[in-house]
């Protein structure tokens, strides 16, 4: 485990053609680090998440990937992610293949790989029509009782990047809130990439918190505020303003292109596009 730069991270354990999850639900979706990935530009990516809305409107838009596994798309609480439709829809930048689940299908699918096992089971596909547009859903029968049981392929991402609020020195990471599948995903993954709020001495651990051992992260890089314009409980709130806003800068290609160039590729970090950001009074 090294604790180290977000771009020195990314550089050294996200390439081109790689499969990438960047989870977090809700909150502590690693914005900063996509964004890393938009300005390393990357491409021929697989991402994988169970929701992929604005970070992955951006990336995917910006041209970084060619297939995209999820279980919910859209700009939560506002409509549709405009980027990954119109690369479904019109193959803008570049085709989009997609593989659709559910979210349990998804949960499935990380518990699996977490596990090393080479599928998931669940019976939630029956008598839906997802089975019917994705060819990976199959079904095993059981060898107790005769049922037909839905199974999905395992997934193990060659790269899980998550935002946390904190890592220790040795670099064990803290998640506290709302989980999704978060711990699922990192621990399915060849390497493990965690951007936090803060490094600490000590992570004051609560009992039953969940904390990624040291032995399963690859690296760790410090970014202050590096969910926004998502939440980092304890440390500052959702930018629910900025969701709305993203709905009118996403629509255009014109229009997301210039910002792109503006705040991501215009920028040298995270802290720069921020400070971008704020420059011309659009910013947290």
Known sequence: MAITTLQAAISAHVHDGDTVALEGFTHLIPFAAGQEIIRQRRRGLHLIRMTPDLIYDQMIGAGCAERLTFSWGG???????????????????????????SHAGMAAAY?????????????GYTGTDLPGV???IRHVVCPYTGEHIATVPALNPDVTILHAQKAD??????????????????????????????IVDDL????NAVVLPSWVVTAVACVPGGAWPSYARGYYSRDNAFYITWDEISRDRATFTAWI????????????????????????
Do not use: C
């Open 111 to 123: 518990v699996a790989g977490a596990s090393r096992l080479p599928f998931g089971m669940l019976r």
């Open 204 to 207: 004051g651990a609560p009992m």
């Open 75 to 101: 700009n939560p609480g506002v409509g549709s992610a405009h980027r990954v439709r119109d690369a479904i829809e019109k193959a803008w930048p570049g085709p989009l293949a997609i593989n659709e689940h």
């Open 134 to 136: 994705n060819p990976t």
């Open 261 to 284: 160039d503006r705040y991501v590729h215009g920028t040298d970090d995270f802290a720069g596009f921020i400070a971008a950001l704020r420059a011309d009074g659009v910013g947290p």
């Open 169 to 198: 020195r040795a670099g064990n990471v803290l998640i506290s809130g709302i989980l999704g599948a978060q711990k699922e995903a990192g621990l399915a993954a060849h390497r493990l990439l965690v951007t936090v709020e803060e």
